[in-house]
């Protein structure tokens, strides 16, 4: 996770359950729509957070251990925060909800060594189609964890995300393989860290929830590092820290979307972290996906678009019910 620059009460997330997550079911309040800046912002996020995947892949190519890149990639992105701990002193790290802190950290760590294990086992293209199943989970585990009432728009919006999956993945006519079920997990966990992310942000501001599951995944993420370490050379440097770097300019810039147009815009727009992933998968590694690919992420982005979009009217509604009967 990086640092990202929402207005207090937005709900921030992990591209990265993927880059934090899917960035898919972000809101903001009170955007400016400014429609130029957001589709650069969000089109900035979207190549830089396909670029924390491939920069990712090459680490790995020299070598080293998913587990170990997953802990690199924390820590670099803790040192790249470091100026805002100095800007924001010790009140950045005090929070009054330490045990959802504590369990989101847990959640994040196996989310997110599935998320860097499945980078080194099948195309970024795929990987990154299969994350946009994060907001349908997402919805799913709010039912269950928060005891949300979901009617029948969202369960069919749910259940078309679930068949895009299925056209993606085509279970018995080709084979799935470990890498798919590590993406899923890691989709699923992204999910499950968004309905925890939006009880985090009543409480604390972005800025501060990032930086602190950062500062504990980082030591987290350390001990099963360990057990497959590799001393590091100087040659690895400059590729974790475009791992670090992406990580954090592609959170500040997709902020900067939300607040910049209405967020219905930069969620249509979030789709354009497939072909960015795509182009680098060919580019770097010589990588494909085929048609049923395109195919099942469309169904799913889509699914997830309106899911998000239906919440957001849910919210606008029942804030307006509230205004009048106060």
């Known amino acids: 996770m990086s640092s990202v620059e929402n207005r207090r009460g937005a709900a921030v997330g992990s591209s990265e359950g993927g880059p934090g997550g899917n960035a898919v079911g972000k809101m903001v309040a009170a955007p400016r729509n400014d429609v130029a800046a957001g589709i650069l912002w969000v089109t900035l996020a979207m190549a830089l957070f396909a670029g924390?995947?491939?920069?990712?892949r090459m680490a790995m190519a020299y070598g080293y251990h998913p587990l170990q890149i997953a802990f690199f990639r924390f820590l670099s992105a803790l040192v790249l925060m470091l100026p805002l701990l100095a800007w924001r002193g010790v009140a950045l790290v005090k929070s009054n909800a330490p045990e959802l802190y504590a369990i989101r950290a847990s959640i994040s760590l196996f989310s997110m060594t599935a998320w860097f294990w499945a980078i080194s086992l099948i195309p970024l293209g795929e990987l990154t189609a299969i994350g946009f199943l994060s907001p349908v989970f997402g919805t799913l585990a709010a039912i269950v964890i928060l005891g949300e009432k979901v009617r029948a728009r969202r369960w069919t919006?749910?259940?078309?995300?679930?068949?895009g999956a299925m056209i993606m993945l085509r279970p018995g006519a080709s084979p799935i393989g470990l890498g798919q079920y590590l993406?899923?997990?890691?989709?699923?966990?992204?999910?499950?860290?968004?309905?925890?992310?939006k009880q985090l942000a009543g409480r604390d501001?972005?800025?501060?929830?990032?930086?602190?599951?950062?500062?504990?995944?980082?030591?987290?993420?350390?001990?099963?590092?360990?057990?497959v370490w590799r001393v590091p050379t100087w040659e690895l440097l400059p590729i974790i820290t475009?791992?670090?770097?992406?990580?954090?300019?592609g959170h500040m810039c997709l902020a900067r979307a939300f607040r910049a147009a209405d967020a219905s815009l930069v969620l249509t727009?979030?789709?354009?972290?497939?072909?960015?992933?795509?182009?680098?998968?060919f580019v770097l590694f010589g990588e494909l996906i085929d048609t049923w690919t395109w195919v099942g992420a469309a169904i799913i982005f889509a699914s997830a678009v309106y899911i998000a979009r239906r919440e957001a009217k849910?919210?606008?509604?029942?804030?307006?019910?509230?205004?009048e009967g106060g």
């Open 52 to 56: 924390l995947a491939a920069s990712s």
């Open 157 to 163: 919006a749910i259940l078309v995300g679930f068949i």
């Open 183 to 197: 993406a899923l997990f890691s989709a699923f966990t992204g999910g499950v860290m968004a309905v925890l992310l």
């Open 205 to 227: 501001d972005p800025d501060k929830i990032v930086f602190l599951t950062t500062l504990i995944m980082t030591p987290l993420s350390l001990v099963p590092a360990l057990f």
């Open 242 to 249: 475009v791992v670090g770097l992406t990580g954090v300019l």
């Open 269 to 281: 727009l979030e789709f354009s972290r497939l072909p960015f992933a795509v182009a680098l998968g």
């Open 314 to 323: 849910l919210r606008a509604e029942a804030r307006r019910k509230e205004m």
